[in-house]
């Protein structure tokens, strides 16, 4: 059987505030993530992070990679582009 992994991420607060604060970011997570663990994956589920929480949450899930066979990121909130870079926001 394969080995999977999820790393999903809601924000829906933000603390500057030309950000909106959104009403469903974390509900869409906490659904996703349920949903994941129903087909067996392992599943690192973060809401609201700022920025050094995402990092490390990233960072946890970037070391934890080589030990699955597949790997899926899920994130709601605020995201944008900027230089033709696209941004997630924390």
Known sequence: MRK???LCVGNDNY??????????????????SNKLKNLNFDVLCYENLDRIAM???????EARLPDYDVALFY?????????GHNLLMP
């Open 55 to 61: 990092h490390t949450a990233i960072d946890e899930f």
């Open 15 to 32: 603390q500057y505030a030309c950000l909106s604060k959104l009403d469903c970011a974390t509900n869409d997570c906490r659904e996703i």
């Open 75 to 83: 994130y709601a909130g605020h995201g944008f582009e900027c230089n």
């Open 4 to 6: 999977q992994i999820a």
